[in-house]
């Protein structure tokens, strides 16, 4: 089987496959992409389909040119994007709620499905998706959030059926305290595994605990979402310490590994002393005290 390394991207071949399924060539015939087409005249068509889907209502077609714009993200190379592929994702993007919980959940599922039907869902694609748009403009950020999580529960087998922000306690409880295989019982796809894993943890850090998050905040999201439990911390602190003193062996060194570990516990280490951990038992309430609000947020419970 072959390592996520070694499906790197997508390719145009996808893109037109994607546009002949979806309903969009049927609306838009300039939408067909013929061979020998450079992505500069491609990103031109979608931006004029862009400027009329702006002005129509049309949620479906909307959710399908975002799908097709993550694909040309991919085909394009998400690291270094040129300025006309910025200008359509934020283009595509401001036709569509980013920020609503359950809206975000429809758009990344849909993604996720679309990609899906292409074999090009891959955990790599997923995470150079991720890092891409959020690179590219913030409003992408739940979005991104979503698909780190989605990678994550790829690799550690956990039930996720809803697309949307979760707890670290949900993370630490999937690591447990110590890893399940050392490194010299990985074969090469569990090692890529984990070193996507890695990744897309430390995003999840960084962009949850450690940015600034007071817009999405501002908006309804829980606070629970941007901070973490001492017990979690000290968990995912014992785990990653496993990993790197199983990754420093002389016998098995792993440098990618090894760096993303140490980056792991750098961000945790600033986690414990710049963010306010969350109560770890809930204090009794006075009797007597009306009900608390109901938790909009509980709807998107798995």
């Known amino acids: 089987m072959r390592c996520e390394s070694m499906k790197k991207f997508c390719y145009f071949g996808l893109l037109r496959n994607f546009l002949k399924s979806s ?55 998400p690291i ?28 990344v599922e849909f993604l996720l499905e679309e990609l899906a039907k292409l074999k090009a869902d891959s955990k790599w694609n997923l995470l150079n998706l991720s890092e891409g748009l959020v690179r590219i403009t913030k409003v992408a950020m739940p979005i991104s959030i979503c698909l780190l999580w989605a990678i994550v529960g790829r690799v550690l087998k956990m039930e996720i059926t809803m697309h949307r922000y979760r707890e670290f306690e949900e993370l630490a409880l999937s690591l447990g305290w110590k890893p399940q295989y050392s490194l ?54 014992t785990w990653a310490t496993f990993i790197k003193t199983d990754v420093s062996a002389p016998f098995k060194r792993n440098a990618k590994i090894c760096s993303r570990i140490r980056e792991m516990l750098g961000m945790l280490e600033r986690v414990k002393s710049e963010v306010a951990m969350l109560p770890e038992i809930e204090e009794e309430k006075p009797k007597g005290f009306p009900p608390l609000p109901v938790d909009t947020f509980s709807a998107l419970d798995d």
């Open 184 to 237: 010299c019982q990985m074969n090469a796809e569990q090692r890529e595994d984990l070193d996507l894993m890695l990744r897309s943890i430390n995003h999840l850090i960084k962009f949850l605990l450690l940015d600034n998050n007071d817009e999405l905040q501002e908006f309804g999201y829980p606070n629970h979402f941007f901070q973490m439990r001492g017990i979690d911390l000290k968990s995912m602190v």
């Open 23 to 77: 309903s969009l060539i049927e609306k838009y015939p300039d939408l067909v992409i013929p061979h020998g087409m450079m992505i500069d005249e491609i990103l031109t068509r979608f931006e004029y389909l862009y400027s009329i889907e702006r002005l129509v209502c049309d949620q479906q077609s909307r959710r399908y040119l975002l799908v097709g714009t993550c694909i040309i993200l991919l085909i394009n190379g």
């Open 80 to 107: 270094l994007a040129r300025t006309s592929m910025c200008s359509l994702v934020k283009n595509v993007l401001s036709l569509l709620d980013c920020k609503n919980p359950m809206s975000v959940h429809i758009l």
